[in-house]
């Protein structure tokens, strides 16, 4: 029974071992180009993976082309302000639809999951017009903006929200304390890590929001760094150890962030039950 048990282990361990290979490959591949020659990194030879001679031009011509501190700086402004507005926001309309009884509070609902339905593509036009409207292109704002409200946030906090025991909010009540207070005070310390989670989610969408940067922000003083990199993809041909010297630049400040806080990382996405 226990070679049984150590054999189905092992099975196990490879057959992850394998999976974590293949998915490290296209980031190895990156790595590798951005010290690659131009005619390196279009050959097709499945066996030149390593670069003949380490050249770090591709890294010099980018750094000389794309005003790095200013990209990181849009990026991280993004990130932050997303981050808040959703987790704020979220967890208000969630503790809503999760603990408060109100008219209308079903279809009220349902359009917020008819919203998780539609792809997020359809309301660039709209939002485009009303940030327009604002005279804020170009700006902090409108990079923020498609992240002020979020479905998906709303509906996570909601099941957060759901999971925790009425007894809580009677002993509330029994103390005197008012809807408001409740929230603050009681509901909301026990939904960190749900909180935690939508953080994750919204900061991993937002750096890699492409779409919408190139619409409001077409300038490349206002970009962040996923719409600057798309400008750097030629027309007819690529630069490919550019392209990808670029990428390994834009890369580094997420996995410092992940270095920093995996522990948060693993607990909010277990926490979820989601998957990236």
Known sequence: MEKTKTK????????????AFIMLVPFLWMALTAFKTVAESTQVDPFLLFP???????????????????????????????????????????????????????????????????????????????????GLL???????????????????????YMALPKDLEEAAKIDG?????????????????????LGIFTALFGFKDLMWPLVANPEQSSMPISAALAKLQGQFAANYPELMAASLLAVIPMIVIYIIFQKQFIEGIATSGGKL
Do not use: E
């Open 8 to 19: 189905s282990t092992i099975v196990v361990h490879i057959v992850l071992i394998i999976g």
């Open 52 to 134: 003949k001679h380490w050249k770090l031009k591709a890294f010099h011509t980018v750094v000389s082309k794309m005003n790095f501190g200013r990209l990181y700086l849009n990026t991280l402004v993004m990130i932050v302000g997303r981050v808040f507005f959703a987790v704020a926001t979220a967890s208000l309309a969630g503790y809503a639809f999760g603990r408060l009884n109100f008219p209308g509070k079903k279809i009220l609902f349902s359009l917020v999951l008819v919203q998780m339905m539609v792809p997020s593509q359809i309301f660039i036009i709209p939002q485009y017009l009303m940030v327009s409207k604002l």
């Open 138 to 160: 170009n700006t902090a704002f409108s990079l923020i903006f498609p992240g002020l409200v979020t479905a998906f946030g709303t509906f996570l906090m909601r099941q957060f």
């Open 177 to 197: 304390c008012n809807i408001p207070q409740t929230f603050l005070w009681i509901m909301s310390p026990l939904t960190r890590s749900g909180m935690v989670a």
